[in-house]
């Protein structure tokens, strides 16, 4: 079974820095795509950056230039680093990862999210 920690949020003023981790564990042989989402008050969940294998990486366009997202395999985390940040990047944060695990009979697929971390973007 696999699990994910985000950690990481907290309250930062307009203009601020924050980086979000996300450590993955488990029998992981993989991990072929991770994003971070975000959620809102009253909104929907969006996608805000995501990397798949081959370094296909992309970002929500609200997003571009000011966060990235970069990945230690070796720990199996993805990290989250967010600049200039607005007072609309306020949210909960979650990781998503998608990947194959090991098991006693071979190996299984696993599609997991994070319980999130909440940013807080405030004056």
């Known amino acids: 079974q696999v699990q994910l920690v985000e950690s990481g949020g907290g309250l930062v003023q307009p203009g601020g820095s924050l980086r979000l981790s996300c450590a993955a564990s488990?029998?992981?042989?993989?991990?072929?795509?991770v994003g971070w989402y975000r959620q809102g008050p009253g909104e929907q969940r969006e996608l805000v950056a995501a990397d798949a294998v081959g370094g296909n990486t992309n970002y929500a366009d609200s997003v571009k230039g000011r966060f990235t997202i970069s990945r230690d395999n070796a720990k199996n985390a993805v990290y989250l680093q967010m600049n200039s940040l607005k007072p609309e990047d306020t949210a909960v944060y979650y990781c998503?990862?998608?990947?194959?695990?090991?098991?006693?009979?071979?190996?299984?697929?696993?599609?997991?999210w994070g319980q999130g971390t909440m940013v807080t973007v405030s004056s």
């Open positions: 998503h990862a998608v990947g194959v695990v090991r098991s006693p009979v071979g190996v299984s697929t696993f599609d997991v």
């Open positions: 488990g029998r992981i042989f993989s991990i072929n795509f």
